[in-house]
């Protein structure tokens, strides 16, 4: 797969604020230590629904990484839950699914709860890094309709972010899909 | 009737990423492969645990092949499946994803025997061993093993 990230361009991560839910204890090290090395310091690991519900209650998020398998489905509703909480500061923060074991049910139900993107694992940090930084490109506006909350699902022609290859042989960039009148379908984000 | 609203939240990721300073892309990488070295000696205790554990836990005369004792195997072999997977433990990472897809197909069909993750126990327990960890072709044969049985019981779960 291309990578979509120069490798020699400049990144700064030092101040990012990440929230972690995922059950296993290991997972849960697992994906901090690759959040570590790519320079994130503050990083809040939850393993819990409540424990999630209270810090973005309190704390400014940049990022979420969430499993909703580990947590028997619950990290789903805790998206829900999220996207429709008015008040919370981080109701509109990027959210990453991160998912083993998934069918592609669950891939449209992340969808569908609001995911800014959803990742199989096992993950290797380079595959982790290139989808952070497709969502700090991601141009996608956020909508409101009552039922959903969440990045704009529709992104027949959008193509993936500028300056980004695409995933498959269809995928184009914006530019080019402005005009062509055979624009991917296919949504980026939810490939696996 | 439903009011659809459109608007573009800040994104103080992206604002955060392109602050001075920071590491290449590909430091960044290299970075948090080492950072991974670092933990892997006891992640992979620790997925020895949980093969431990799934032994155990199909070994006592209560496991009930159906509800919260598959429920947990599942999730067990879920981790297995995500967390060899990291470690480029592919066919270990491999057994843990075959046993998901039968506790996870037994959660809404029949009971499961238990005969079949126990196969699968045995399977993840031999590829950790030193000389088949080094053997591609024996792992290999494993994985393959572990498919044979996998599609046995779809098969009976589709005859049933």
Redesign the interface.
């Known amino acids: 797969m291309a990578t979509g990230?120069?490798?020699?361009?400049?990144?700064?991560?030092?101040?990012?604020s990440v929230m972690l839910l995922e059950?296993?204890?290991?997972?849960r090290?697992?994906t901090s230590?690759?959040?570590?090395?790519?320079?994130i310091r503050d990083i809040h690991a939850c393993r819990s629904m409540d424990e999630a519900r209270s810090l973005t209650n309190s704390v400014?998020l940049?990022?979420i990484i969430a499993d909703p398998?580990?947590l028997?489905g619950q990290g789903m509703d805790f998206l829900r839950w999220l996207r429709r909480s008015e008040k919370n500061v981080n109701r509109?923060?990027?959210i990453i699914l991160v998912s083993?074991?998934s069918t592609n049910a669950a891939v449209m139900l992340s969808r569908d709860a609001g995911a800014n993107f959803f990742v199989a694992?096992?993950?290797?940090?380079?595959v982790?890094?290139e989808r952070?930084?497709f969502?700090?490109?991601?141009?996608r506006?956020?909508?409101?309709?009552?039922?959903y909350v969440g990045p704009?699902r529709r992104w027949k022609g959008d193509g993936p972010p500028d300056g980004t290859p695409g995933r498959r042989g269809g995928d184009m960039n914006s530019e080019i899909d402005a005009v062509s009148e055979n624009s991917s379908n296919l949504n980026p984000a939810l490939h696996k | 009737m439903t009011v659809v609203r459109t608007f573009r939240p800040e994104n103080r990721l992206a604002k955060a990423v392109d602050r001075p300073g920071g590491v290449t892309v590909a430091d960044a990488i290299s970075r948090a492969t080492e950072q991974l070295e670092a933990v892997r000696a006891e992640c992979m205790s620790a997925l020895d645990a949980k093969i431990a554990s799934i032994e155990a836990l199909t070994s006592s005369v209560a496991f009930s092949s159906s509800g919260n004792d598959i429920r947990r195997v599942y999730d067990l072999a879920n981790e297995i499946l995500n967390e060899a997977g990291v470690f480029a433990l592919v066919e270990l990472s491999e057994a843990g994803r075959s046993l998901c897809d039968l506790t996870g197909g037994a959660r809404k069909d029949a009971a499961l025997d238990v005969r079949a993750i126990r196969v699968h126990v045995a399977a993840m327990k031999s590829l950790r061993r030193p000389e088949v960890h080094g053997d591609a072709a024996t792992r290999a044969a494993v994985l393959e093993g572990l498919r044979q049985v996998t599609a046995k019981v779809a098969a009976k779960v589709a005859e049933a």
């Open positions: 990230v120069d490798p020699k361009r400049w990144i700064n991560l030092e101040r990012v059950q296993s204890d290991h997972g090290k697992i230590q690759i959040l570590r090395g790519f320079g400014q940049d990022l398998g580990a028997s509109f923060v990027p083993g074991h694992k096992p993950f290797t940090p380079k982790l890094l952070i930084m969502i700090a490109r991601d141009k506006p956020y909508v409101d309709a009552g039922k704009d």
